[in-house]
């Protein structure tokens, strides 16, 4: 089925170590996003990317590291984990040059301990 | 003060009467507005954007925008038991390149 799919849907890890959220979109969207969301604090912006090959860094960015080498494919990694990147995330796509997200996954909840 | 702000609620509507969502931001420079919609332990979906001063209606939606002010809105007419979840203003300002969200609205209507 078309859409967007996020790995794993639950991880528990613990401080320090690396882990890595997948994304995977079969629409060819352009844009690609990772937010994460905290309670009080809505949705905020990890990392964008326009197309393959291009990323960007949104409004919390630190401790992440983001990759798109193929249009249907974002990673989000975690390098060393920390207790606040205890989160629900979120990645969304979008086929306009809006910066606005269009269709989300179902969310990965984090626990990092 | 926070960029977008949002009551958090809980707001409490009986069925079939209207249901009012508030938004206010602070960069006067702010030119697209949307409202997700998100369900307990689900992602957001989009529901409505508003880009012009005025009104805006789909179907029992209707997004009410005020830019002297700096509020928007999202009305919700006949509100059904199915419209409870919380509600996310998201703001671009004009010289950004990604959407501000607030904190969200719950919503609950009662049968």
């Known amino acids: 089925d078309a859409g967007i799919t996020q790995s794993p849907r639950y991880k528990i890890t613990e401080t320090g170590r690396q882990v890595t959220l997948m994304c995977h979109q079969t629409?060819?969207?352009?844009?690609m996003f990772w937010y994460r969301q905290d309670l009080g604090h809505g949705l905020r912006l990890i990392y964008y990317s326009a197309a393959a090959d291009i990323t960007d860094k949104g409004e919390v960015p630190d401790g992440y590291v983001v990759s798109r080498s193929k249009t249907e494919n974002f990673p989000l990694t975690l390098e060393s984990a920390t207790r606040s990147q205890t989160s629900v995330y979120f990645c969304?796509?979008?086929?306009?040059?809006?910066?606005?997200?269009?269709?989300f996954g179902d969310g990965t909840r984090l626990s990092i301990l | 003060q926070k960029e977008v702000e949002q009551n958090s609620g809980p707001l409490s509507v009986p069925e079939g009467a209207i249901a009012s969502l508030n938004c206010t931001y602070s960069d006067r420079g702010s030119q697209s507005f949307f409202w997700y919609r998100q369900y307990s332990g689900k992602s957001p979906e989009l529901i409505m954007f508003i880009y012009s001063n005025g009104d805006k209606e789909d179907g029992r939606f209707t997004a009410q925008l005020n830019k002297a002010s700096q509020y928007v809105s999202l009305l919700i007419r006949d509100s059904q038991p199915s419209d409870s979840a919380t509600y996310l203003c998201?703001?671009?300002?004009?010289?950004?390149?990604?959407?501000?969200f607030g904190s969200g609205t719950q919503l609950t209507v009662l049968p």
């Open positions: 998201a703001v671009k300002a004009g010289s950004a390149r990604q959407l501000t």
């Open positions: 969304a796509s979008s086929d306009n040059g809006n910066h606005q997200p269009q269709h």
């Open positions: 629409w060819s969207h352009s844009y």
